[in-house]
Structure formats: C-alpha cells, structure tokens
Antibody, heavy 121, light 107 residues
Framework: EVQLVESGGGLVQPGGSLTLSCAVSGFTFSNYWMSWVRQAPGKGLEWVANIKQDGSEKHYVDSVKGRFTISRDNAKNSLYLQMISLRAEDTAVYYC??????????????WGQGTLVTVSS | DIQMTQSPSSLSASVGDRVTITCRASQGISKYLAWFQQKPGKAPKSLIYVASSLQSGVPSRFSGSGSGTDFTLTIISLQPEDFATYYCQQYYSYPLTFGGGTRVEIE
C-alpha cells in the first residue's frame, strides 16, 4: 500500500524557519518525481515545489524561490521541504504528492494527509 | 504562468444528477490536465490524468474530456459521496497551476 506521511508542521514566528518531512512507503521512492502542494485555510490548492527522481532537477513557485528548498533522501525514502524567512502568507496545510515515474513531471496520483504550518507572532 | 479557470465556482445538485465542471487554460496545454476531488478536512484524491484517463479505483461515473485549452469533468448519476470540491491542474509547464475549485453541494 502506498503511503505518504508528512510531519514537522507547527507554529512559527514570522521570519522563522521550519523543515517538513514526508516519509513514504509501499513503492520505490527513487523512481518518482515528488512535489509539495499547499492549501491556505479556506483556499484552493497551490503547487509549491517538486524534485526529480535523482534530485538533479528542482522547480519552485515564484513566491517561495530563495526561501524554500526541496530535497530528498532516496536511501531513507524521505522528501523534505526546508522553509526559511517564513511569512504569514505561508500559513497552510502542506501536502506531499507523488508524481510520475517518467522523465517528465507527470500527474500526481498519491497524496499524504498534510501537515499544518502556522506563521504567526 | 498558465492560468486555470474553473466554472462554475459552486453548484447545487441532487443525487442522481449529471454534473459537468469546466476548466479552461489560458494557453494550450495539450492533454496535460488532471482532476482532483477534495472533501473537507481531507487530502485531495486524484481522479483523472491526461485529461481523460481514470486513476485506478475511480468509479466509472467520472469522466474527463478535452484538449488544448478547454476541458470538462463529468459525473453521471451523482452519488452522496461525490459532494466535494473539485480541482483541475495543468502539468504542461512550470509553475504547475490549479484551478480555483468547484464546490458541489447538495441541493
């Protein structure tokens, strides 16, 4: 059974930092693109970042460039999102999602349950 | 960036109804479009990819169509468990973008 389990969310002050993790099981992690997608309270979905199977390619939405870093450890079957200089507008539930096993990004098929990040003083 | 516009933003329907949701891309995206279903407090669930292919386990009452800039999600014979919010998403180019969502409510 494919499982994605996020952790690391919490309350952080503006300007602070936080690192999210996504532990996966039930599939060969190193074969898949992986993404982070967020959802602000009461709002829609926003793709944040993704990373290629071997970590050689990463993409970000403009609003997080220079502040967020996506990474993965294929030996640990884990995906990460390091977030610095956090702003109130980063407050959201953060989901990890599995992408394609192909060379290109492809669609998402499995999602984690999400972890809530609240940026507030 | 490619803008994804869904319509309507919400609709009311009854069990057994046929429901159609439209998604329009601001530029051509071939068939690189996915649909997701989300219930309150839950993670999104993947329904459709490459515009018309059903993800494994998705009931056949869901169908998708379209290419280029105009796409539709159709639910024939709406079931109680289908009341949710639906999102389209393009994966043709970066940044990956979602539509604003369509909330399907009980009439």
């Amino acid at each position: 059974e494919v499982q994605l389990v996020e952790s690391g969310g919490g309350l952080v002050q503006p300007g602070g930092s936080l690192t999210l993790s996504c532990a996966v099981s039930g599939f060969t992690f190193s074969n898949y693109w992986m993404s982070w997608v967020r959802q602000a309270p009461g709002k829609g979905l926003e793709w944040v970042a993704n990373i290629k199977q071997d970590g050689s390619e990463k993409h970000y939405v403009d609003s997080v460039k220079g502040r967020f870093t996506i990474s993965r450890d294929n030996a640990k079957n884990s995906l990460y999102l390091q977030m610095i200089s956090l702003r109130a507008e980063d407050t959201a539930v953060y989901y990890c999602a599995r992408g394609s096993s192909a060379r290109n990004v492809g669609p998402f098929d499995y999602w984690g349950q999400g972890t809530l990040v609240t940026v507030s003083s | 960036d490619i803008q994804m516009t869904q319509s309507p933003s919400s609709l009311s329907a009854s069990v057994g109804d046929r429901v159609t949701i439209t998604c329009r891309a601001s530029q051509g995206i071939s068939k690189y479009l996915a649909w997701f279903q989300q219930k309150p407090g839950k993670a999104p669930k993947s329904l459709i990819y490459v515009a018309s292919s059903l993800q494994s386990g998705v009931p056949s009452r869901f169908s998708g169509s379209g290419s280029g800039t105009d796409f539709t999600l159709t639910i024939i014979s709406l079931q109680p468990e289908d009341f949710a919010t639906y999102y389209c998403q393009q994966y043709y180019s970066y940044p990956l973008t979602f539509g604003g969502g369509t909330r399907v409510e009980i009439e």
